[in-house]
């Protein structure tokens, strides 16, 4: 399994952290009144916690940029939550994709077709087949 944690710089320097900022900020920036808009537009308040998440994230891109000390703290919890959130969502998805694809059709060759495409099941109990003797030994030597 890959480790997502042994990627994340753990002592980030001042410009990586404003780099970081600078990222949320303008994420914050683009998405807030973007998502505030559709909550005046439909009226859901799924819009309105999204442009207060966003207007949050806006917040923490100010201080990451203007105060790389806190925003040092911001930057590592940030990148903790998102490998813990990579880590599951990575589990899940391959978890969904083998039961949900893989399983029904080997159920279906299974039972439905009664098909062994890997001949796991051997026609016979005995393993020993006989071997045709070549004419001459220089046919091992060119096998294909």
């Known amino acids: 399994m890959v480790n997502p944690f042994a990627d994340i710089d753990w002592n980030p320097d001042r410009p990586a952290v404003k780099a970081f900022g600078r990222i949320v900020m303008i ?33 923490l891109g100010v201080i990451s940029c203007f105060a790389p000390a806190l925003g040092k703290y911001i930057y590592k919890v940030w990148y903790f939550l998102s490998a813990c959130i ?29 098909r062994d495409p890997l001949t796991l099941k051997q026609p016979s109990a005995t393993t020993w087949r006989d071997h045709a003797v070549p004419a ?8 294909y």
Do not use: E, H, K
């Not at 537009?41 to 994230?57: K, M, N, P, Y």
């Not at 001459?136 to 096998?143: A, D, E, G």
């Open 86 to 114: 990579g880590l599951v969502v990575t589990n899940v998805l391959l978890l969904l994709f083998f039961y949900g694809f893989f399983t029904p059709i080997a159920l279906f060759m299974r039972y439905i077709v009664r």
């Open 27 to 59: 994420v914050g920036i683009i998405v807030a009144p973007s998502a505030f808009g559709l909550y005046r537009w439909l009226d859901t308040g799924f819009f309105l916690f999204i442009s207060r998440l966003f207007s949050v994230f806006l917040c």
């Open 136 to 143: 001459s030994i220089s046919q091992y030597y060119r096998q």
